[in-house]
């Protein structure tokens, strides 16, 4: 019987040190193949994907190039607008105070004038009443002289 006999473990005891013996290196070389293989398309993949990188930053500053762009014309735009709308508001303002400036003085100036018109014929009134007293004077004291 050789299942228990001692030359059948004898030949398990070898088979199992072969296989321990055979079988790593044996494993070692597979996984080291399959480790190039892998470390191989890992590179080709990390390439590939600095190169989309690359490309991805590439469009994402074209992007913000145009953006960036797009906002300075259409704030160009707006501010033009506003300063359109503000000088065309400063003027309809400046002309508005122009006016109420003009009516002032003008009311001014007729305020000087009737004044200076009253002035001038109370002064015409008084210089008269003057003149008129002297003539009278004049009249009396040249009867007075021409009555002696």
Do not use: C, W
Not at 63 to 77: M, R
Not at 112 to 117: S, Y
Request: charged fraction near 25%; aromatic fraction near 10%; charge should be neutral.
């Amino acid at each position: 019987m050789y299942f228990g006999s001692v030359k059948f473990f004898k030949h398990l005891i070898v088979t199992v040190l072969l296989i321990m013996l055979i079988l790593p290196p044996f494993f070692a070389a597979i996984f080291a193949v399959r480790y190039a293989k892998i470390s191989e398309e890992l590179e080709k993949l990390d390439g590939k994907l600095n190169n989309q990188m690359i490309e991805l930053q590439a469009r994402v500053d074209n992007t913000i190039d145009e953006k960036i762009t797009s906002l300075d014309s259409s704030i160009n735009l707006q501010l033009k607008k506003y300063n359109t709308e503000l000088d065309s508001s400063i003027e309809s303002r400046n002309a508005d105070l122009q006016k109420r400036i003009n009516a002032y003085v003008g009311y001014q100036l007729e305020e000087l004038r009737d004044e200076l018109n009253y002035s001038i014929r109370s002064e015409y009134a008084a210089l008269f009443n003057q003149l008129k007293d002297y003539a009278g004077a004049q009249k009396a004291g040249a009867q007075a002289v021409s009555k002696p």
